[in-house]
């Protein structure tokens, strides 16, 4: 099986969708993203993200990804001025309505030197009731050239309110013999690569 152009394995229906949005000008001011911890929901949001705000796509909705480009590789680390990232302090943990409040308040900006400013709200199924209702003013009058990107186990983990203003994209595990095939192109030895592919469930992040 082949890679698709945005480097990720299993989820090529889920690339699809996201950059024909981008290509035809259709992207959505919120996202939902669940699936199994480990299943590859941030890394999806973070190509989304690197191929809106790539400064120069090899073509619409892929972003390069090169070393030299300052925008795809400071946000493959999370560390971009136009992008928030917001979580509970650990997994587990609370996501505040605090963490909400002050990711809007950067949010009425303008992006600062991206197309877009995107905000990823990693484990959103942990965030507190009041900063899920904190989150709903965003979701109901987004400000221009924002995206919100919400990433959580299941869609049952978020209130309705804000599930039913958010593009829900489910991502399922790999096949085992699928994730094991990739460990072995990545290197592992066989034994241990079909051991880590059935015990981690097809969760590509989970086995690295």
Not at 77 to 90: F, I, P, R, T
Request: glycine share 8%.
């Amino acid at each position: 099986m082949s890679l698709m152009s945005w480097d990720l394995l299993g989820h090529e229906w889920a690339e699809r969708l996201l950059a024909g949005h981008i290509r035809r000008g259709e992207t959505r001011h919120a996202y939902l993203l669940t699936g199994p911890p480990g299943v590859g929901k941030r890394s999806l949001a973070l190509r989304f993200i690197q191929a809106l705000n790539c400064p120069n796509p090899p073509q619409p909705g892929q972003p390069c990804r090169l070393p030299s480009c300052r925008i795809c590789r400071q946000t493959e680390a999370m560390q971009h001025v136009d992008l928030g990232v917001v979580q509970a302090e650990k997994e587990g943990g609370t996501l505040k309505v605090e963490q909400v409040r002050e990711m809007q308040q950067k949010l009425s900006l303008m992006p600062y030197e991206a197309h877009w400013r995107a905000a990823l709200l990693l484990r959103f199924h942990e965030a507190h009731p009041s900063a899920q209702n904190a989150l709903l003013k965003t979701l109901e009058e987004a400000p221009p050239r924002v995206v919100l990107i919400l990433t959580a186990e299941t869609p049952e983990g978020v209130l309705p309110t804000i599930l039913s203003r958010c593009e829900v994209l489910r991502l399922r595990p790999l096949a085992p013999d699928v994730l094991e095939g990739e460990l072995l192109r990545r290197g592992l030895a066989a034994e241990r690569a079909r051991l880590l592919a059935r015990c981690t469930g097809g969760r590509l992040g989970a086995a690295l």
